[in-house]
């Protein structure tokens, strides 16, 4: 069974700053792991993904996340907001063979501020 | 490639009604699933299929829904006797087999009065 939590479901920084949204998970089989976005009125887009090769992904708009199996996280990073990258960001995992379903988290708003 | 489309966006009914969603896939992939989404909530899994094949039926919600892919294209997704708990955002999303990487619909939201 797999199981992935977001700590903290609002996150608020300023145009320009580091961004930093967590994600713990758990699963008893070597995981694939997700971070989708999701914009006001808009359908989930897949941001990035681990699938077992290099542990530092690198996705879309200048996001990545870096697999530590030790922490079993998953943080995703960018390292300068931009306004539009204010949405809502889900984290979730998989089994590792690539056929079980996706569990996702509860979400973290992101909020930019200018 | 046009992407996931689901049928109604919006349907707003009237507690005990049926309601029926409809979802058209990326047209080469070959798994589709459905899932629900409230407020303030990640998407929740309810079922998939593999090609016209539901693969994983047990979580769904209740009886009162049921699902269908008859010919490995599209699929509907219905709930009968709907309640107000029946509220929420309903997503559909196809992958390609193997990658577990899911592409989304915009969703069907149902409020149910």
């Known amino acids: 069974a797999q199981s992935v939590t977001q700590l903290g479901s609002h996150v608020s920084v300023s145009e320009g700053a580091l961004v930093l949204l967590r994600c713990n998970y758990s699963s008893s089989v070597p995981p694939y792991l997700f971070w989708y976005v999701q914009y006001p009125n808009q359908g989930l887009q897949l941001l990035l993904k681990y699938t077992s090769a290099a542990t530092l992904v690198k996705g879309i708009n200048g996001f990545e996340a870096e697999f530590k199996k030790s922490e079993t996280s998953f943080h995703l990073t960018k390292p300068s907001a931009h306004m539009s990258d204010a949405a809502e960001y889900f984290c979730?995992?998989?089994?590792?063979?690539?056929?079980?379903?996706?569990?996702f988290g509860k979400g973290t708003m992101l909020l930019v501020s200018p | 490639d046009t992407g996931v489309s689901q049928d109604p966006r919006h349907k707003i009914t009237k507690r005990g009604q049926n309601v029926t969603f409809r979802c058209d896939p990326i047209s080469e992939h070959n798994r589709l699933y459905w899932y629900r989404q409230t407020l303030g909530q990640g998407p929740e899994f309810l079922t998939y299929f593999q090609n016209e094949a539901q693969l994983e039926k047990s979580r769904l919600l209740s009886n009162r829904f049921s699902a269908e892919r008859p010919k490995g294209s599209f699929s509907t997704l219905e709930i009968q006797r709907t309640e107000q708990g029946d509220s929420a955002m309903y997503l559909c999303a196809s992958s390609p087999e193997g990658t577990g990487e899911l592409f989304f619909g915009e969703g069907s939201r149902l409020t149910v009065l």
């Open positions: 979730a995992v998989s089994g590792n063979s690539g056929y079980s379903t996706l569990t």
